[in-house]
């Protein structure tokens, strides 16, 4: 299938049938997040890949009860930092010049420039703008996702302090941003697999200035 076939044929799963999705089908699912873009490139966040059954188990009752946690064969959560702190931020940069074999020098500028910026955020602004790259990576993962034809649903239905909690993640300095489930499609039971994607007009969307 061409691209937009695919995109086509791609919804909003809303229950699986408790296939289990093979590791060469999810491995280039997290290359693409990983390859994803970011703002400055920094990745700030981490996404915890759950297949165990008994914490999906968990997390459903927290995640609004929806059935496709516990249905799906993988749950992806993302988890934005917490805040921008100077430790996170140099880091990334000694990584990334150690990479490519730059002197600290060379982006020594833009890294400071990027410390005031963050400095001058409250750390509610700091983790909103994080959890914003965590849907710019989503977005791959659905894209990647609907490329080698598994069936993804991605969810922001769910009590994110009960998340954070079970999870722990205040204590690795994160805060839970969005979920994406995977697996396969039930057919005899999903309501909406038959339906008509619904999507507006293109006239409706799409502001041309020239």
């Known amino acids: 299938m061409a691209l937009q076939d695919k995109l ?5 799963t809303k229950s ?3 296939d289990k999705v093979a590791r060469e089908k ?3 699912i997290l290359e693409a997040i990983r390859l994803a873009p970011s703002s400055s490139g920094l990745q700030p966040f981490k996404v915890l890949v759950i297949t165990n059954p008994e914490l999906k188990a968990q997390l459903q009752p927290i995640c609004a009860n929806q ?15 917490d805040e921008y702190t100077p430790e996170r931020v140099n880091a990334f940069f000694e990584y990334s010049n150690g990479i490519r074999k730059l002197p600290a ?9 990027l410390l005031d910026s963050f400095g001058s955020m409250s750390k509610e602004q700091q983790y909103f703008h994080a959890s914003k790259q965590c849907y710019i ?9 609907a490329e080698l034809g598994v069936d993804a649903t991605p969810m922001e239905g769910f009590d994110n302090q009960a998340v954070n909690a079970l999870l722990r993640l205040p204590e690795q300095g994160l805060n839970s941003a969005v979920l994406l489930a995977l697996g ?20 409706d969307l799409f502001v041309d200035i020239a």
């Open 184 to 203: 396969y499609r039930d057919t005899d039971s999903d309501w909406l697999v038959t339906l008509e994607k619904v999507r507006r007009d293109k006239a």
């Open 105 to 113: 020098s060379v982006t020594d500028d833009y890294r400071l420039s």
């Open 67 to 81: 059935q496709q946690i516990s249905q799906a064969s993988h749950v992806l959560i993302f988890a934005a930092w």
């Open 16 to 18: 699986y049938n408790g």
């Open 26 to 28: 999810i491995d280039p």
């Open 137 to 145: 990576a989503l977005g791959f993962a659905l894209l990647a996702a």
């Open 8 to 12: 086509h044929w791609r919804y909003a």
